[in-house]
């Protein structure tokens, strides 16, 4: 069975643009959730996409939002970026039916995005 | 709020050594508990997933260990090999946060030949 995916692995954009990240489950997990990972602030919950729908979101400002389509894949989108987004930005997928939790969660391999 | 700490930031052992990893958390109220390896510039490996319900998990020469009513959790690597060198992670999910994990900073690990 293929792990999370995660496109592209390697990114360097300038102050100002916009981003787009990509993240496949795997097949059949129905949750995704993004995280920041910086060495100053370790990992910080982005947010979380449940059958197309943000359950869950963390204490980051609205030029990061993200969405989820009917497959499972997940995009997250950071728009007017600074220098303080450079980081790995993480994926993780897990088995979830509505109502139900406590499933193990499996991570991509991340992207690492630099601003310049 | 959920604090995460893990205990030492950073560990260095010779080859062969058993040794242990902590993580303590300030809320008992967790659905589950969840110790990940990273290699550097990586992604994060699933190592154990213990949940509230169990005391511990056992994965080859791993086990975890999970007490609620202290708010600790341990990590033990049996005869440690230079492969093992990594950062550790442990993760909480509260029963209330959908798949929201709660990391703590992470103890780095290096074993020495």
């Known amino acids: 069975k293929a792990g999370v995916t995660q496109t592209p692995r390697y990114l360097i954009k300038t102050r100002g643009q916009q981003v787009t990240l990509s993240c496949s489950p795997i097949?059949?997990?129905?949750?995704v959730s993004w995280y920041q990972q910086t060495p100053g602030q370790g990992l910080q919950f982005l947010f979380e996409?449940?059958?197309?729908?943000?359950?869950n979101k963390g204490n980051f400002p609205g030029r990061f939002s993200g969405r989820q389509f009917s497959n499972s894949r997940s995009e997250m989108n950071v728009s007017t970026l600074e220098l303080g987004d450079s980081a790995l930005y993480l994926c993780?997928?897990?088995?979830?039916?509505?109502?139900?939790?406590?499933?193990?969660?499996?991570f991509g391999p991340g992207t690492r995005l630099t601003v310049t | 709020k959920q604090e995460v700490t893990q205990i030492p930031a950073a560990l260095s052992v010779p080859e062969g050594e058993n040794l242990v990893l902590n993580c303590s958390f300030t809320?008992?109220?967790?659905?589950?508990l969840q110790w990940f390896r990273q290699d550097p510039g990586k992604g994060l490996t699933s190592l154990l997933l213990?949940?509230?319900?169990?005391r511990e998990q056992t994965s080859g020469r791993l086990n975890a260990s999970l007490d609620k009513s202290s708010g600790r959790s341990t990590l033990y690597i049996a005869a440690s090999q230079p492969g093992d060198s990594a950062t550790y992670l442990c993760?909480?999910?509260?029963?209330?946060?959908?798949?929201?994990?709660?990391f703590g900073e992470g103890t780095q690990l290096t074993v020495n030949p």
């Open positions: 809320d008992s109220a967790i659905y589950n």
């Open positions: 993760a909480l999910l509260r029963g209330t946060s959908g798949s929201r994990l709660t």
């Open positions: 097949s059949g997990h129905r949750s």
């Open positions: 993780a997928s897990s088995l979830q039916y509505r109502d139900s939790m406590g499933y193990e969660q499996y």
């Open positions: 213990i949940q509230s319900s169990q």
């Open positions: 996409y449940f059958s197309e729908t943000q359950r």
